[in-house]
């Protein structure tokens, strides 16, 4: 019941010739795969990239609108330096602000430890959190505020770690 197919002066038979299509099928699948997964890392550095510029540009803009009057620049000179305390309507402001300094590192380490931002945009969002830290208002924010609302026990620990580093200085961050 073999049939014989002629190929190129050769002799075939039917199941050969299904057993070869059984190969060239399986080494398409199999380079598909490939395809498809070389396709999805390229897809995710490039999610990761637009996701760091993103976070970057936001804590960026975040801190820009914070000091760009003058008027503004010295509400953050008065919260973060002064010893005097503020007023009702100072200490509003002085929540939004903080709480947004606070929160811009917060959502760098929830990317961050998920792997979804690079490690520079970390680094530097950190740092500004460094820097709020050194301040005797930022400080007493983050002391009597801030920490007492963080749900991750992570985050906690390092900005705790942060503090713990770093000394309030009484007059200029130190660099």
């Known amino acids: 019941m073999l049939r014989r197919v002629q190929s190129s002066g050769a002799l075939m038979s039917l199941e050969t010739v299904y057993y070869l299509s059984q190969l060239i099928v399986a080494v398409v699948v199999v380079a598909t795969l490939i395809a498809i997964w070389l396709q999805s890392r390229q897809t995710n550095r490039i999610a990761k990239a637009e996701l760091t510029l993103e976070c970057w540009r936001n804590a960026e803009v975040s801190q820009r609108d914070m000091v760009d009057t003058p008027e503004k620049t010295e509400f953050v000179h008065l919260i973060l ?47 500004a959190c460094r820097n709020y830290l050194q301040t005797p208002g930022g400080r007493r924010y983050w002391n009597d505020w801030y920490s007492k609302r963080v749900g991750d026990p992570d985050f906690l620990a390092i900005v705790e770690a942060i503090a713990a580093e770093e000394p309030v200085h009484k007059d200029k961050i130190r660099p």
Do not use: C
């Not at 929540?95 to 792997?115: C, D, K, M, P, T």
């Open 81 to 127: 330096w002064e010893p005097r305390k503020p007023t009702p309507v100072e200490m509003q402001r002085k929540h939004g602000f903080l709480a947004v300094a606070f929160s811009n590192f917060e959502g760098a380490h929830y990317l961050y430890s998920r792997g979804l931002i690079e490690d520079a945009a970390y680094h530097a969002i950190r740092f």
